[in-house]
């Protein structure tokens, strides 16, 4: 099969949904487990708007002018995030997904980032070994965790939107746990109104560009955390993250009702430090 490479474009969103949609459907299916995309519409409108983001780099396989699937790289910040990578379940098995990763790998470098990261479902061995041979290293075991927001409050914490002069504040913060911030998804995530601060004794202690797949957070403690989960009405997407090794904060979210969907794998390339507080990861990373 002769496959081309090329940049997305705005009006390859329904297909690529589509295509994502299916392929994450077929993967779940095959191994028990919840779709992570609940329609094709929503998978759309994640590719929509990554499309539309210049922060977001996209690469999309075709073959005689059809489609056959897409990979995306997040370079809004220091470190990339890769993901979601897709392929129709049609031509699985031709390589193509090993050349979409090769290909963000290469953009990745060529940009000079210090590192790249993703994470994959725990249960998909091939992915697992797939990314191993591309040199990823595997760091930590994440949870998805789906169900109602507690709806919580803290004594002495206060969560509120977060504005644009929060941003240095919590670009520190994200510095302290990880070594990097995350400026660039917490500057549009303010713009989108979906960013949160919680504040402790007059100063910031956490943020989220939201709770949900797709946000990340970072906070000095676990109560910190706590509060912005238990502030939110719901979880974008429906689940979050949480690092299976912060035991404190799992059990508070079982004992909250939240339940396990399924764990998944944060690998990376490059630059990485042993994260210094605590964190809720995005499926990016």
């Not at 922060?55 to 993901?83: M, T």
């Not at 504040?169 to 500057?187: I, K, S």
């Not at 943020?207 to 957070?217: L, N, P, Q, R």
């Amino acid at each position: 099969m002769n496959i081309d490479f090329r940049p997305g474009k705005p009006q390859d969103a329904p297909i690529l949904g589509s295509i994502n949609f299916e392929a994450f459907k077929a993967i779940s299916s095959a191994h028990g487990f919840p779709w992570d995309f609940p329609s094709p519409e929503v998978a759309t409108g994640v590719v929509t708007n990554m499309l539309a983001n210049s922060g977001f780099y996209s690469v999309v396989a075709e073959s005689g002018g059809k489609i056959l699937g897409s990979n995306f790289l997040d370079e809004r910040s220091p470190i990339a995030g890769i993901g979601p990578i897709s392929v129709d379940p049609a031509v699985q098995n031709e390589t193509i997904g090993r050349q979409l990763m090769s290909d963000v790998m290469r953009r990745s470098e060529s940009q000079g980032f210090a590192g790249v990261r993703l994470l994959q479902a725990a249960y998909h061995n091939r992915s697992l070994c797939l990314y191993a041979k591309l040199g990823f290293e595997t760091r930590e075991t994440i949870s998805k965790l789906a169900g109602d927001p507690p709806r919580v409050e803290l004594e002495g914490y206060r969560v509120r939107a977060a504005q644009i002069a929060d941003l240095e504040a919590c670009n520190q913060l994200c510095f302290r746990v990880h070594g990097h911030d995350r400026g660039g998804e917490l500057r549009d995530a303010v713009a989108l109104g979906s960013a949160r601060v919680v504040e402790h004794q007059g100063r910031i202690v956490g943020y989220c560009t939201e709770i949900a797949f797709f946000g990340h957070a970072a906070a000095e403690s676990n109560d910190g955390l706590k509060a912005l989960i238990g502030s939110v009405e719901a979880f974008g997407a429906g689940a979050f993250l949480l690092p299976t090794r912060n035991g404190e904060l799992f059990r508070w979210c079982l004992q909250n009702g939240l339940r396990l969907v399924h764990q998944m794998t944060l690998m990376t390339v490059g630059l990485y430090n042993e994260p210094a507080g605590v964190w809720l990861p995005s499926v990016l990373y």
